[in-house]
């Protein structure tokens, strides 16, 4: 006797429970949830419709099942084909009630005799007429949501992520074409949301059970697949999987690569998006300062040669922003002497908030000397220790050297750029390249001295002194009375006092004119004395896009007009007298004189470095100015020769580009298709979220990056206290301001500065500040010195702080602890 109908139990295969049901069955059979379901086979059915016999054993068969509603979904033996999917060809009945069962299967099985399904194997050139379909009978589920995916992307054939389609309620109106859904684009290896709404049909937890049911799903089937799935509740079920049918690009080979990129340190230098031509003219710096640093402590030139690649490759450009390529760094650092011995404080130089993973550090490190290796590493270390002390006792005059060079490289007036020609600009950059870049020794060497002298010091007090010994390094050595940091917010001060007492000369002010400077001859010369000693400083400063304030002065007049309302006097606790905390070494160490003047010496000589670190760094300020100079100066002269429709279009172009298309090694001369491709791509970048600070990417960095970052975990707001790095001690009670541009944005004398990060260019809002906590930085961060000098307290390293915080709210930061609270409510 002929079967009619399966089930699960009687493992048929295609011939009896056609493409589709054969599918399900092996789906459920393997552990998927698939919605419970029965075969109606085609020998069910004759062209009087549906047997006798077949409809009694469907009734039954019906309360085996389960109560309705049920769907009758057709199931042919070519559908659902590697070849040819018969897509919708032919039909499904919905919501089937238990007593229209029989008539909507009947209506399934003769849709296989549809003409729509003929010619569409006509065109898929498919010999001979279709045959009727077997009908699957399927309880329904209550869909919260459901959809369609992909595990890999049918359009463009990447097989490197799965592409989700999702819809509320049940899918039929997304597969029928009714409706648009919401697509979701995952990291096939990561599962990172690549693309999709942050809040949408699917949640988080949604997300990561689809990936793993298309990753799942696609593993047992051995090819890409499409897959039908629906949510009951917080239940994901399959309905249907078959394979992708549509040409895809092949597999790539597996890469086991892994580059690592970190932000946490850079973003204080390069925040937010950075333009191509400051980021190829930084990458540059990078390379020619860091061989010079490793030469200085004593690596050959030949091992510099050799790692050609590390040095050219420190930084990356991801969507947009700067990053650290970390595992470079390391390699850099290993160069060093002594660096296995010494590795975990060498590993703090770089400032990043964790460390490279363990099996890549300790792969880049290698086993720890031994034996004689162990001697002769001791011995180039003592190498090391003796040419940093002879460096150490020449600094003065290294400093006073580099500064006479410098002044020399930027005798010639700025302005004197804009007469120049092309090629007189190209040959001024080559110098400054040579004069400068290639010889940045004194901000090296001190660098590296001030990190060693810092960390020594700090340690030192800490082993004699503890917590007290902790504080008062903090004192004494952020606050200090001589850093070029600090000068700006005084004059700024000093010049909102000059316009206080003219209330039309402040109004005007605030809205960033300043033709009415002139009515306070005093004031105005303040100002031009100002902008000339910092005309180029500005917001993100190291951009070469930034605007500087000789350009815009906007900026440094609202700040006068902030700061003739003056800061409440009792809202700050810390007294900034420098003389006592000078004293607090002679407390701490009173009845031990030998402590006390060994502890006085390090300090004191830690506190001269970073003082130099923070001044020299204005310099670094001064040269970015003049490149910014230089190239803008280009860019008019390309636009002049309709090489670029707008002179700023320069700042889409790298270094090499500008310099090959002067200098004639360029690759292309099309420069302004260059352009519009790279303004697409960065109007794409501004578009979306900032990524992780820690990117790993396994494989080519180029293949790897769109499937490596994930979501942001949100901030718990309902937290009421967050603790970061306490760096310039005081507590504040007061409304936090949250500032993403000080540009655009301003804050009241007395609120409480929030931000992600700063840099020297937020001076302007730090005069007006109660107090400053920034997400990222540590106790060296250019915020963390400032606000030493001006005596209010700081905390960095707040992490979400942004997000945390509500714009407005009062909070409380103590800057010795580190802790920060909200009082509202």
Sequence with gaps: ??????????????????????????????????????????????????????????????????????????????????????????????????????????????????????????????????????????????????????????????????????ISGLGDRLVGGEEDGETYILGRASGARLRGPDTGVLSSEDIAALHQLIAKVADFCGAPQDIEWAFEGSKLFLLQTRPITTALRPSPLSDDGVIVFDNSNIIESYPGIVSPLTYSFAQYAYSRVYRRFVSLVGVSDASIRAHADVFDNMLARLDGRVYYNLINWYRALALLPGFSLNRAYMETMMGVSSALPQEIADDIAGEPPKGVALAVEWLKIAGVGLKLGFEALRLRLTVGDFYKRLNLALAQPATELDTMPLTSLAAEYRRIEADLLDRWDAPLVNDFLCMIAFGASRKLLEKWAGDEGLAAHNDIMIGQGDIISAEPAKRIRAMGAMAGQDAELTATLERGDGDLIARSPELEKAVAAYIEKFGDRCTEELKLESIPLERDPAPLYMAIASATRKIPAAQNTHAADEQKNTDSLGALFATKPVKRWLARLLVGWARRRVRDRENLRFERTRIFGRARHLFRAVGRQFHAHGLLDDPDDIFYLTVQEVLGAIEGFAVSNGLSGIVALRKAETTASVARPDPEERIIVKGAAISGLHTATPQETPADNNERERSGTGCSAGCVKSAARLISDPRTQGIKPGEILVARHTDPGWIAVFSNASAIVVERGSLLSHSAIVARELGIPCVVGLKSAMKWIVDGETIEVDGATGKVRKTDG
């Design 1 to 166: 006797m002929t079967q009619l109908i399966f089930k699960l139990r009687d493992k048929a295969g295609v011939d009896q429970l056609g493409g589709k049901g054969a599918a399900l069955a092996r789906s459920a059979e393997h552990g998927f949830d698939v919605p419970p379901f029965f075969v109606l086979s085609t020998a069910a059915f004759s062209n009087d419709g549906l047997q006798a016999t077949a409809h009694a054993e469907l009734i039954a068969s019906l309360e085996q099942l389960g109560p309705g509603p049920y769907a009758a979904r057709s199931s042919a033996i070519e559908e659902d084909g590697a070849a040819n999917s018969h897509a919708g060809q032919f039909l499904s009945v919905l919501n089937v009630s238990a007593k229209d069962i029989p008539d909507a299967c009947l209506q399934v099985w003769r849709s296989g005799a549809n003409a729509a399904v003929n010619s569409y194997r006509e065109s898929r050139g498919i010999d001979g007429d279709s045959s009727a379909p077997a009908v699957i009978v399927q309880q329904m589920i209550d869909a919260r949501c459901a959809g369609v995916a992909f595990s890999a992307d049918p359009v463009s054939g990447l097989q490197d992520r799965f592409v989700i389609s999702a």
